[in-house]
């Protein structure tokens, strides 16, 4: 008679994992600092997915000689359709029993399909002429009209209108700007939404490489410790005395400016904090007997770090996560604020500096989109903190 040795600890794990990750769920929810900072960034989000329905020069329905036609539609990006695939999934899976990095996968998953056929499938035009719908509505070509709620686009400069230029909010009774146009003429508030996109997605992708990143280096070196674990210590110094605006206006001058190049410098240059959180949590984790049982086992090492170590030394990344997002959205503001950011996209950093245009200072530039900054930066730091309390076992003690 022979004895089978099964590993128990998958299933325990997963389930101990799954019940520590609602409990700390619902200490978060419970901080109203929490609730705040949540529900500023998912308006933020929701804001962003569906800018192009919320401010737009193209209208959302046009009925003209009986036929009915949606302009909006037609002028929508790739991008514009993978948003709103990935948010409509994000929005059912919250609803789901699965656990994180199941959720996390299928909708990487949803978004690497919706990416592929949107691609193929999605072809705006490339000639955009915004004020196309104004004058033919002047015109009295079109039964009916129903436009979006901002009906300005962040790039229509409304020339049909002559020499547009900065003007206050509510300056103008024939075009009602809520919050004032910019040095081009353009909308504030419709660019104000347009680039909550680009503060979000730098902040996302940005500390998901440097998560990626340092996961990765700082689990390797606390799991081998020794001559891995001092190797790795000093490219993680190295790294750290990298100063990341210096690094970002020197790229900016050589090769020009990109949003892509902006995300893959601030992720590179920032993952070094949290691969010393990831070592620190590996190297008190590696002798617990959970982890001794998986490598008895023979389980690969890949299982080892991330299904059975990772799941239980995550706390501190979580909170290290949230303020690296605001970092990463103080970091692009402040490069478009020099004048070194984006060219012709909208960007909060970037409306900021026409704050002050001829020696005069223009309020309206300053008072939005810096408060937008402060919000979202501020809404971060909250989450941050709230996770921090939740997940501090001497705090919880004090309490």
């Not at 002050?356 to 008072?367: L, T």
Request: proline share 5%; with cysteine.
């Amino acid at each position: 008679m022979t004895d089978t040795v099964q590993d128990p600890t998958p299933t325990s794990a997963s389930r101990r994992s799954r019940g520590y990750a609602a409990q700390v769920a619902r200490e978060v929810l419970l901080r109203w600092g929490a609730r705040v900072g949540l529900a500023w960034i998912g308006i933020l989000a929701a804001v962003a997915v569906f800018a192009p329905f919320l401010a737009s020069s193209h209208p959302w329905l046009i009925l003209e000689e009986g036929n009915w036609s949606s302009p909006v539609l037609r002028h929508l990006t790739p991008t514009d359709v993978t948003l709103m695939a990935g948010f409509c999934t994000g929005l059912v899976l919250l609803f789901l029993r699965l656990s994180l990095p199941r959720k996390l996968l299928i909708l990487l998953g949803v978004l690497v399909v919706a990416g592929g056929i949107s691609a193929v499938t999605v072809s705006p035009p490339k000639l955009v002429i915004h004020e196309q719908y104004r004058e033919a509505e002047a015109a009295g070509q079109y039964d009916w009209v129903l436009r979006a709620p901002i009906p300005y686009s962040p790039k229509d400069y409304l020339r049909d209108f002559g020499d547009t230029g900065m003007e206050p909010p509510l300056a103008d009774d024939l075009r009602r700007h809520w919050l004032g146009t910019e040095e081009n003429g353009a909308d504030v508030l419709s660019r104000m939404v347009h680039a909550s996109r680009i503060a979000l997605a730098i902040g996302f992708i940005a500390t998901g490489i440097a998560l990626v990143i340092g996961v990765i280096v700082g689990g390797l070196m606390g799991y081998f410790s020794g001559i891995v674990d001092m190797i790795g210590m000093r490219i993680v110094e190295i790294f750290e005395a990298i100063p990341t605006l210096f690094l970002l206006l020197t790229f900016v001058a050589f090769f020009g400016r990109s949003l892509y190049m902006m995300m893959i410098i601030i992720g590179i240059t920032s993952w070094s904090g949290y691969a010393r959180y990831v070592r620190a949590e590996f190297l008190k984790l590696r002798e617990q007997d959970y982890v001794q049982a998986a490598v008895a086992c023979g389980l690969p090492l890949r299982s080892v770090l991330f299904r059975h170590m990772l799941p239980n030394g995550v706390a501190p990344i979580l909170v290290a996560a949230s303020f690296g997002v605001a970092s990463a959205i103080l970091a692009e503001a402040t490069l478009s604020f020099l004048g070194l950011g984006l060219v012709d996209d909208p960007s909060w950093g970037q409306m900021l500096n026409q704050a002050v245009q001829s020696s005069s200072f223009n309020w309206w530039m300053a008072a939005f989109p810096g408060g937008a900054i402060f919000l979202t930066v501020f809404a971060y730091n909250l989450v941050g903190e709230s996770l921090r309390d939740a997940l501090d076992p001497y705090l919880k003690k004090k309490a």
